[in-house]
């Protein structure tokens, strides 16, 4: 395992990555502990900060061209920009099961299966984590 692929990209594929990384470990903590205090709301509003970022850069990122230097991957990060929000908004209206759905449902989509392809042979996490 070496960082230099990573290291060696972009300033904006080096952002995105290294905050998809900060995300996953928040969102790993939120998970595991106790719900609703003031901890969880900061941990919480860093983590929906980290995503909207994450989603944001993606839009640099052109390395899968499908469709005019866009990708499905594009399409995930929409939804992100446009639901992430709306997860928060449920919480502070105090539906907090559909609250806890989708924040689940945004950490399982945009960084768990996500975050498996990143692992492609030919892409920059796989060569960081497997070597060239």
Do not use: C
């Not at 990573?6 to 995300?23: D, E, G, R, V």
């Not at 994450?54 to 230097?69: D, L, P, R």
């Amino acid at each position: 395992m070496t960082l230099e692929p990573l290291l060696s990209a972009s300033p904006t594929i080096q952002i995105h990555a290294f905050a998809a990384m900060a995300a996953f470990a928040i969102g790993v903590v939120q998970l595991s502990r106790r719900k609703g205090d003031g901890p969880h709301r900061m941990a919480g509003y860093a983590w929906v900060g980290l995503m909207l970022l994450i989603a944001a850069s993606s839009f640099w990122i052109h390395g899968i061209n499908q469709w005019h230097g866009f990708s499905i991957i594009h399409a995930l990060s929409l939804w992100v920009i446009g639901f992430t929000p709306v997860a928060v908004m449920l919480a502070r209206r105090g539906n907090i099961r559909a609250h806890k759905r989708s924040m689940i449902g945004l950490f399982a989509g945009a960084l768990i299966i996500a975050g498996v392809f990143t692992f492609v042979p030919g892409r920059i996490m796989h060569a960081a984590l497997f070597g060239q």
